[in-house]
């Protein structure tokens, strides 16, 4: 391995929570439950692909502009949720691995399909320990396509296939593995069963973890 690559939202703080919870509120305003087993389709893809995953619940069709208007709500209020968050909210282990990669020399790189990235990373205090950031704003397709990760590895200067990808989301274990990189899922095994490893939370893994992943494949 020589460089790790992480998801944000889910992995290394729960803002995933956050988009659920803005989500659901703009469903209901249209009539539509989202409920948790449906949201794992919105978990990693981009804004629009959330909300259009939202409106197929209902076959709703809507113009171009009432969807950016949707879209701005559910951001706008994402962005009050997030606000409140400190370095207190980043999960546990996820510090120790991080000086722990650093310890041992590995590259780090962040890539979030999400354009609020910067802001979470700044609230949480942890912007200066990622080498590279790919976030929402830098990509033309979002995760299940691979164009994330590879850009990522592309500006560690890494081969792919010398890439560990920690994500919480299906679309997100695809684009890892369509990438040609190394993934471990955090979550639930039979959502994230494309992973070379799925554990519960980010404080099961470890560094020895992360090398026999890459050591077996
Ligand atoms: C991903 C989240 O990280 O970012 C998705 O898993 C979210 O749920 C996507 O839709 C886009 O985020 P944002 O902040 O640009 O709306
Ligand atoms: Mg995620």
Same mark, same amino acid.
């Given at each position: 391995?020589?460089?790790?690559?992480?998801?944000?939202?889910?992995?290394?703080?729960?803002?995933?929570?956050?988009?659920?919870?803005?989500? $659901?509120?703009?469903?209901?305003?249209? #009539?539509? &439950?989202?409920?948790?087993? *449906?949201?794992?389709?919105?978990?990693?893809?981009?804004?629009?692909?959330?909300?259009?995953?939202?409106?197929?619940? $209902? +076959?709703?069709?809507?113009?171009?502009?009432? @969807?950016? +208007?949707?879209?701005?709500? &559910?951001?706008?209020?994402?962005?009050? *949720?997030?606000?409140?968050?400190?370095?207190?909210?980043? *999960?546990? #282990?996820?510090?120790?691995?991080?000086?722990?990669? $650093?310890?041992?020399?590995? $590259?780090?790189?962040? /890539?979030?399909?999400? &354009?609020? /990235?910067?802001?979470?990373?700044? +609230?949480?205090?942890?912007?200066?320990?990622?080498?590279?950031?790919?976030?929402? %704003?830098?990509? %033309?397709? %979002?995760?299940?396509?691979?164009?994330?990760?590879? @850009?990522? /590895?592309?500006?560690?200067?890494?081969?792919?296939?010398?890439?560990?990808?920690?994500?919480?989301?299906?679309?997100?274990?695809?684009?890892?593995?369509? /990438?040609?990189?190394?993934?471990?899922?955090?979550?639930?095994?039979?959502?994230?069963? +494309?992973?070379?490893?799925?554990? #519960?939370?980010?404080?099961?893994?470890?560094? %020895?973890?992360?090398?026999?992943?890459?050591?077996?494949?």
């Amino acid at each position: 391995m020589e460089a790790c690559i992480f998801d944000l939202d889910g992995v290394i703080v729960d803002t995933a929570r956050f988009h659920f919870l803005a989500w $659901k509120r703009l469903a209901a305003e249209l #009539g539509i &439950k989202l409920t948790e087993q *449906y949201n794992e389709k919105l978990k990693g893809v981009s804004r629009l692909d959330s909300l259009n995953f939202i409106l197929e619940l $209902k +076959q709703i069709t809507l113009s171009t502009e009432e @969807k950016v +208007q949707l879209a701005d709500k &559910k951001n706008a209020w994402f962005v009050e *949720y997030i606000h409140s968050m400190s370095p207190r909210d980043i *999960y546990p #282990g996820v510090l120790e691995l991080l000086a722990k990669l $650093k310890s041992e020399n590995i $590259k780090v790189g962040l /890539a979030s399909s999400s &354009k609020n /990235a910067r802001i979470v990373l700044a +609230q949480l205090g942890i912007s200066e320990e990622f080498e590279v950031i790919v976030d929402g %704003t830098m990509i %033309t397709n %979002t995760k299940p396509h691979p164009e994330i990760f590879l @850009k990522t /590895a592309l500006l560690l200067n890494t081969p792919p296939a010398r890439c560990l990808v920690i994500e919480d989301a299906a679309a997100g274990v695809a684009a890892a593995k369509a /990438a040609g990189m190394g993934c471990i899922g955090i979550g639930n095994n039979l959502i994230l069963n +494309q992973a070379d490893l799925v554990v #519960g939370n980010m404080a099961e893994l470890s560094w %020895t973890v992360l090398n026999q992943i890459m050591q077996r494949r």
